[in-house]
């Protein structure tokens, strides 16, 4: 079993930048394919973007495509989203999830979630 545990959100201002790293523990990573997702308040949790084990393959939110971009760090274990031109639109938490299977949204394991705030 992996544990996932998600840092780097915060406070921006629209037009900035954030990056957000998902960390594990207990497995490696690099036998998951991991997938961001967001939920704004009073909203379903949405699916953000997704990479697979190998790093290789991405794919992404039509809402964010061109302005995040997931890698992944296999030797270091984690995963990271660079969000770029940040509106406030993009408030919201943010989870990462794992899961041996490559799917869109019924992942085994997730990490707390990393509140991102975007003022404008």
């Known amino acids: 079993q992996v544990q996932l545990v998600e840092s780097g959100g915060g406070l921006v201002q629209a037009g900035g930048s954030l990056r957000l790293s998902c960390a594990a523990s207990?497995?490696?990573?690099?036998?998951?394919?991991v997938g961001w997702f967001r939920q704004a308040p009073g909203k379903e949790r949405e699916f953000v973007a997704r990479?697979?084990?190998?790093?290789?393959?991405?794919y992404y939110a039509d809402s964010v495509k061109g302005r995040f971009t997931v890698s992944r760090d296999n030797a270091k274990n984690t995963v990271s989203l660079q969000m770029n031109s940040l509106t406030p639109a993009d408030t919201a938490v943010y989870y990462c999830?794992?899961?041996?299977?490559?799917?869109?949204?019924?992942?085994?394991?997730w990490g707390q979630g990393t509140q991102v705030t975007v003022s404008s």
């Open positions: 990479i697979t084990k190998s790093g290789i393959s991405t």
């Open positions: 999830a794992a899961d041996v299977r490559l799917t869109m949204s019924n992942y085994a394991y």
């Open positions: 207990g497995r490696t990573l690099s036998t998951y394919n």
